[in-house]
């Protein structure tokens, strides 16, 4: 076999790699196509998230000057009602509203309708009974401080030397300088009996108006004393008019788990009706402000759509009883 001349081998070797040359350039500009294109789309991921961020940062910068407004509107909220507070305070000082109460209970003294607690009972009462009426009147008299028209309050048959005396000093901060008129005398002597007017849940008279020129008894009873007919006895024995708050004719009983109604008030939830009507000359205000649900009445306009829960009426004579309680 002939040899081919060893320069053709070599000019055939350099012509192969002559031709390959183009492929080469292709499949390099083919790399640099697509690193461009690797490198643009993380720019613009890039710029995607950069955008996002820039967002998220206006939102959170836009959110914090809300709350810095709010709170600046509170500051100015809170400033401006101690300002008008302090200007309440300085219009209508504690001396000042003192003086003003002390000068509509005097005038209530001088020519006021007058309310009476006879306490010629209490000698029935216990110990723990004692102590409650003892709150009673500090709420009784309280009530009648805040009134836009208060009575002329007497306390009649009590006696300085009495448990209930002791008690409400005990127990009352200021009992002594109560602007109220406390006597050992009976109501029976001070008052004409035919000003007189008896207020007990057991008289068959509806009491039907406040007028100025009655004296209107209270008897010095609590709530919870077992005896009935006392204050009404005692009433029907003296010869006096008698009367009873008008429950029946304004409320019902409200149906509840103890089938619980009682029309026998404290001395004070009696004197806030009277006080209320007073004012309203309106017995379903009256009324309802005196009687404590507890009591198991409602008022008649209210029956129809009222629907009781058991366990709330239980937890309102849970409540009920522990404010007796104390």
Known sequence: MDEAPRGSCCYAD?????????????????LRIDVELESACADREETACSKNVTRKQRNWERRLEVKRC?????KQRKKLNR????????????????AITKEKLEEARAAGPRVCVDFSMTDRLSAKEISRLAGQIR?????????????????????????????CVRMNDGFLNYLIDVTEESWFHLFPSEDVIYLTPDAS????????????????????????KISYTRAKELGVRMARLPIDEYMVKRPNPKNFHSKILAINQVFEILLTFRDTKD????????????????????A???????????????????????
């Open 205 to 228: 008279e509806a009491l039907e108006y406040v007028e100025e020129d009655k004296v209107y008894i209270l008897g010095g009873l609590v709530d919870e004393t077992i005896q009935k």
């Open 139 to 167: 709420r009784l008299y309280g009530a009648n401080k805040k009134a836009l028209q208060p009575f002329h309050i007497f306390l009649t048959e009590f006696r300085e030397d009495s448990p209930l005396y002791m008690e």
């Open 304 to 326: 129809s759509t009222d629907v009781t829960n058991p366990q709330e009426e239980l937890k309102t004579l849970a409540v009920e009883f522990m404010s007796n309680k104390h």
């Open 70 to 74: 709010k709170r600046k509107e509170e």
């Open 14 to 30: 350099g012509a192969s790699k002559l031709n390959d040359a183009p492929a080469v350039a292709d499949l390099l500009e083919f």
């Open 83 to 98: 300002q008008n507070k302090d200007v309440n305070e300085l219009q209508l000082s504690k001396r000042v509203i003192k």
């Open 283 to 302: 017995w379903t205000k009256a009324l309802v402000a005196g009687i404590p649900p507890g009591k198991g009445y409602m008022l008649t306009s209210t």
